[in-house]
């Protein structure tokens, strides 16, 4: 199968057990063909955890869970050694182990607990006891995070949302999609989702989206749009370099789902607030906020 029809049986099976949520889906996705982690931002109760187990059903992938609290420790996520009774150092694996890992309510840990995981998923690897011990391949991280006017949320520091490749807004359904959702709860059974690909096709889409082309006029259409967040004058701190790659990499990633063999323009104005909105510090902008600042990034420069 190709890439478009891989997606769309995906879709097709997710939409079984998910109302609406479509962009949602695709942003997810793209986020493990682009071999990236992706942030979900939405109040409880909007499907986000069901959402990515969901999906890594569908690709036959291992999956584990993280409840962000404030006394969860770096040992309770990475693992820890330890000397066994035969005065050998043996191992203990954590969650982060696996090719999904959902971390629920990342903005609820502690820093420290926060910085060494992300520094872990950055690194792809974990050091016990002395020993480098790498993540499985496919890995793919979803972060939930509450908006920050709920009790209990830190804000993620800019420096660490970078490491997270998309930010994807999951907001209330609308009338329609949440009475779908009453039906699909309704007629719920023990069914589970259908296998539709492995992890092996997983790496083979990554290894093929690599390939998808990127023209000149596009490479330079991304290092324009990044660049006026550096000099917008609502904007603090403008995106990094990382903001260009993601660019590429999640581009390169929907064009190909979508049956294309090139990446347009179309894709980076699609993927601008995603790629963009948890990497820019904004100031007070008079109810206009950070999605507004992009929109007009985009309208200037058609």
Known sequence: MDARTIYSEILEEMKKHISGKTETIELMFIAIVANGHAL????????????????????????????????????????????????TVKFTKGPVFTNVLLIDELNRMQPRTMSGLLETLEERQVTLGGEDMQLPNPFTAFATQNPLNIEGTVPLPKVLADRFIIKIDVGYPNMEEEQHMLRIKE?????????????????????????????????????????????????????????????????KAKAMIEGRNMVNRDDIKSLAKPVLSHRLAVRATGGIGVHGIIDGIIASHP
């Open 187 to 251: 007629s719920e059974t023990s069914a589970a989702v259908k296998k539709i690909i492995d992890t092996k096709a997983i790496l083979q889409l990554q290894d093929e989206a690599k390939r998808i082309s990127m023209p000149d006029d596009v490479a330079k259409y991304i290092t324009e749009i990044v660049d006026a967040t550096r000099k917008d004058i609502h904007i603090v701190m403008g995106a990094s370099p990382r903001a260009d790659i993601s660019f590429m990499r999640c581009a």
């Open 40 to 87: 979900l931002e939405g109040v409880p109760g909007v499907a986000k955890t069901t959402m990515t187990k969901a999906l890594s059903d569908t690709i036959q992938a291992d999956f584990k869970r993280i409840q962000g609290t404030p006394d969860l420790l770096a040992r309770d996520i990475m693992g820890f050694a330890y000397e066994g009774a035969d005065k």
